[in-house]
């Protein structure tokens, strides 16, 4: 059977009626009472927001600007021809202080 | 929610509840409860409703400092209510907890009767009833849990993109493009029972 735009129309007319026709249950006073007891062992509720919090907002706050600069940062070694092989022989050949560079590294 | 001269407000009584005093928020569950439980029992599975309305109350309790006067408790609770009930699908369908509910050949036969029943009465009396909660339920199981939530919260309870997207916390055009592919998907649903 092949269902057209109208089947389908029907059939969600269908579901939206069962959909709302769900069974409520009644939370009663016990139900109030577990939830209490729950709400009262967490103690009390802490007003000032924490140090984590505090930090994950300035990390979200930072976020852009920390993108724009890294795509700033690539752009400009793209367009330098910025090669690190090439900028660390030319340190170790050109080096003014003897073997510094190389003393570093404990070579 | 509107009180009587006499009441306090809701943010008197969340002050109170953030000065220390805890027992304070009973007045809130009380107010609230039917509230919540009227939007847990639309999502989440009969059985499972009073200990989802449950686990509302107390995120709204440990979250109660970081809510804003700007907006009205009751629709800051509602938000709450609505992303436990995902959170609930999104757990159960990473741990797959419980088998998914199937249709027998009867849900066929049922429904390719309601097909070629032109008249709209197919569905008064308590068999008929029963037989399309069975069939959402097997439909909404085969759903995603972000497809799901935005399938009953956009279609099924017709609420406006913007207001969906208030209460999952998405933006209206994510709520948009999943409300529009979890509709296509309940509709291949469908046809492939019908026309199997």
Redesign the interface.
Known sequence: ???FKR??T????????????????D?DEL??M???S???S????????GYITLFEQSVWRLAPMTGLLILILVGLLLTLDFMPDYEMAKILIDDPVEFTVLQWFGV | MNNGPSQPSDEDIIRRVIGGDIDAFESILVRHKDRVVDIVRKHVPYHEVEETAHDVFVRAYQSLATFKKRSRFEHWVSAIAVRACYDFWRKRYRSRELPMSSLSEEHQGWLEGVMQDRSDRSFDDRVSQEKAKELLAWALDRLSPEDRMVLELVYLEGRSGRETADLLGWSVANVKVRSLRARRKLRRLMAGLVEA
Do not use: C, F, T
């Open positions: 059977m092949k269902l089947d389908h029907k059939l969600e007319n269908l579901l939206i009626r069962a959909y709302h026709e769900r069974e409520r249950p939370v139900w109030q577990r939830v209490m729950h709400i009262r967490l103690g009390p509720v802490r007003s000032g927001r």
